[in-house]
């Protein structure tokens, strides 16, 4: 086919307009570079294909993390929310993970205005089918209509769209998502430059008309009384009027309609290759998998304020739309129920991401990156995360700048990206709290001190946003010397402690070790002591008020905890600061086992401390490699 | 420790002395190569021999070196011969060697191995190399090593002073050599080689397995050729490591090695065996399974609290944690069994100055160990050694005597004394019969268990109460042995006497100058000195059996005549014999014992977690905490740190 070239000239061009693009197209442009965002559909970008929500846990983390970095995510999530939980308020501090639902049409509209108020930031819809390679180097990409456009790096973040598959009982048809098309070209043409591809496959529940569900019959879920944000920014504030969510609840009837579409279940008749997620099962998956379980919990989200639809969460399903209708209206409150599009099933492509290097450039060809679902994850968290950094680190390379690369007790976001490039992906990946082995460092409510510093030094946010973590920080610092220092008589505090349920005090004790209690919180502290009161309202018109007391308490009573878990991450630093030279030749070392040896000359891990994560590199391979290490740096010492 | 793992190391495997035998091993990819060098096969070629086969050779060595460059080289594999010797006599020799063996020399001392220890290895190598076709030699070789072994325990100075002797004519032989110029091939010796093809060999590599005559001599010119075409000394420990990074064992198997080649008795032998074969690790790895079941319900429950799972519960969870903590108690409590296993049962001697500890000592020992005196006070300082019944070691353990005293010298050897009797499994309560009722010695033996166990303020005086988390007396941690001595200087009438204003003699245990007390009867003659009743002869419990709960046995002897010295030692054996069970783990390793310690506590903080209805996020911090004790034992843990100190306890060769 003739091509022809393109009049504007970029940077950075990213091809896919979803949550990683999104974020990538942000950061690169307000980092300076010339972006052109390309989407199949910019009246859709950052579209919420799966649940109308943002967050949970470990999810809720990353967001924070991102908005903490200087993303987008945070802010408009806080901008569309409907309803606003904490959740595992009841577990310590590093549980807590917030969750937003969202209006998902808002949510998309947002970030579209965001993008468009982006200066050096060009928004485009179009396909693109290729790459655009001069002798082995990246010049650009290639569109279905012939268009050539120069762009010295580009970020792919093409989701589930690319040789995209619908699956919906035995019917079945090419797409990228429900109402969209699928993209060809591009997957055979990476191939063509040496890269693996395979299949993974996840799925989505039926959506309802909201006026046809009895919500009467059902258990509303509230949001929080005191909702919280996502963001760290004084620019957006907590939602005011929230939606309920409600849930329901399937049984036998219900399973057994459902089983007599399984000999029509592309799952179950092998139309479908790719590999699910197996934590989160379609319907049909856990009747199979659960059969002892007499009914399953479902969630019932409002997808947006102006819209009637809702969102079965937890009814995932890819069997024909006549059983799903059928199952649907033996739910208790569904019994009317209308169906505004039914579950299904996708199949799509993705590039094992052991392809890639931790800055999420691929290591066969320089200036590509790859983020998001086309990695082998799934979540809107998880790819917002990738398509930060991804577009970070292609405009940090065209400025010949340090890469950016955050470690595994620095960000959940360093342990996704670690964990995708050193062990690769075998279902859908999805972040769990269990991943991180440094969880009390990665909480919610720190994600600003971790990160925020960094974003301001790359400029990434503005002044504004330091001050306030300055400003926070010196809160902390104020209020936990006053608490050390206070101390309380009992007849002060043992009415307090009685009431919370906790040993009463013989004499004068510090505050802070009433605090430390897991039965006493600030606010019981606060009521108890006027001196402490007193002390609090000096700073009760900040802006982040409360979720600076939160940091103060956090600190106070999981102290012990915190200083632990920092000094196993300094102890294991250590071993992530150990380079592995590039041109390590691992095969010649015998006295490793065969498998480290193809591993490792496989996925050339940079540092040991990547090296040691890799499954079938053992300890004492990696002592080999350590002993070896030694010795060359010994003889480049005596040379 | 440096290493490469490019290298091929070579080194004796059994003690150098003229013996019958020596083993040089050969490990590293050069192995082969470099063993055709010193060998010539009658016919084929040793890169023909398959795995596991020994061949029948001549060892030949070529003199191609000149001058000066042959001495210091004679020199510098005579000092590293010399380490491999015993850690004393490579100490000696450092002074004269190169800079290269000094290392070699202060590395081997800080390992602490013993001259013992180096011979001992002769066994393992030999039993190594009992492959079907080397069955004529291993035998040999074992033989030998144990008289080796015994001929370098008793004279260290004397296989010291062959190998220093060697040197010299070893250096007279080269530079002769040379003078003779050009390249000559002499044939040192004949032999045989074994091959163990990688990775079906201890280290995991090609190893060659040279066994010569066991000549220091030859051994050294067999090294200095092996050294000479590529080889280089192995250090101490250097196979073994070689071992676990070639992944042939973990770690707490490679350490078992190094207990292998010191265990100095049949029991302790069967303990390292046992680790060797994995006992130590298969618990931990059997534990760790439990515990990340464990953890991945907690954390199920952590990551998907929102979704409707069903958790484990609680108390189900508590059973399991319960269950594991008890098995690293037993563990560690199995710690101090093992210890005494391997460095012989602690017995304390102990009693009032002059009551005549040294010479029972030297009786127990059948030797003059100590310096006897009349003078009380004579001991000043713990001496101990080690006397070995049916296959199990006591060290006996002499002390300054307990009294109240201003001399600042004696009450140092005091809290010394204090020290040993508190690490002690028995102790021998010695007082002067003549002088002393047992009622009176039992009240002091008391006085002294409440002193040195830091607690229990029973009034009277009599009755100790065990101080909280001291080992109570007749249990496996701290038995105690009345031990009335000096009964020679007694008349029958005055020992009856001397028990004091009980049962009198029905209390007492003593025994015919020939010794002849049949335990199962019960029944002691009494020779000339007293007639003791039947029934109370075999056990005598004196009333100390108070509130600490056990018994003390009373029992009188002289230790000057060696009368009742039978029945002492029967009494000693019943309550210190160590049974070990087949299958039982026992732990031997200090360092285990250490993280072991540190994992009790963490399980501890668990337990307290579940209790108090910590939140999961944070028992789970500790759970992993426990992971990782666990793993750095069986070396799941990047184990750099550890390497240098565990294969530092080696000795060359191994």
Redesign the interface.
Known sequence: MQTFACTEKYDVIVVGGGHAGCEAAAAAARLGSKVLLLSLQIDGLAYMSCNPAMGGVAKGQIVREIDAMGGFSGLVTDAATIQFRMLNRSKGPAMWSPRAQCDMLLFSRLWRQWIDDIPNLDLRQDMVTGLWMENGRLCGVVTRTGLRIEGRAVVLTAGTFLNGKIHIGECSYAGGRMGDAAATGLTECLQSLGFASARLKTGTPVRIDGRTIDFSVLTPQPGDDHPAKFSFSDESRPVTEQLPCYLAYTDQAVHDILRTGFDKSPMYTGRIQGTGPRYCPSIEDKIVRFADKDRHQLFVEPMGRQTHEYYLNGFSSSLPEDVQCAALHRIKGFERAKIYRPGYAIEYDYFPPTQLKATLETKAVENLYFAGQVNGTTGYEEAAGQGLMAGINAHLKLQDAEPVVLDRSQAYIGVLIDDLITKGVDEPYRMFTSRAEYRILLRQDNADERLTPLAFRLGLVDGKRMRNLERKQHFVAEVDTFLRQTKIEPAEANPMLEACDTAVIAQKTTLESLLQRPQVDLDRLEEATPALRAFLETYQNENNYRAMREAVEIGIKYESYIRKEQENAERMGRYELVRLPEDMDYRAIGSISYEAREKLSKLRPMTIGQAARIPGVSPSDISVLLIRLQAASRENASK | M????TDSICATATPVGNGGISVIRLSG?RAVEIAEKVVRCRRGSLADLPSHRVKFVEFVAEATARGATAESEAASVTASVASAASVGASEASAPGASADAATAASDAASVAASVASAASVASVGASEASTPGASAVAAVAASDAASVASAASTAVGASEASVLGASATAATAVAAGASASGVMAEVLDEGVVTLFRAPHSYT??DVVELSCHASPYIVRRLLSALTAAGARMAEPGEFTK?A????RMDLSQAEAVADLIAAENKASHGLAWRQLRGGVSNEMAALRARLVEFASLV?LE???????VEFADRSALRTLLDEIAARVAALRRSFATGLALKEGVPVVLIGRPNAGKSTLLNRLLHEEKALVSEIPGTTRDTIEDVWEWEGVRYRFIDTAGLRESADPLELAGMARTKEKMRRSRLWLYLFDASEMSAEAARAEASRWYRDVMGGGDAADGVSPSAPVGSPEIGSPELQILLVGNKCDKLAASSLANAVGGESGASDVTYLSASGNIDDSQGVAVADGVSEIAASGLKHTSVGLSGAAGGTLDLLYLSAKTGQGMDVLESRIKARCGLRLSENETILTNARHAEVLGRLAETLDRILSGLT???????L??DI??ALRYIGEIT??????EL?GTIFGRFCIGK
């Open positions: 440096k290493s490469d793992m990819p995991g590599e070689r676990f990074l070639n992944g954390e952590l990551d998907f609290s929102e979704e409707d108090a209805n910590l939140s999961g996020d944070l789970a911090q992993r905490e070396g799941e843990v990047h184990p750099d390497l």
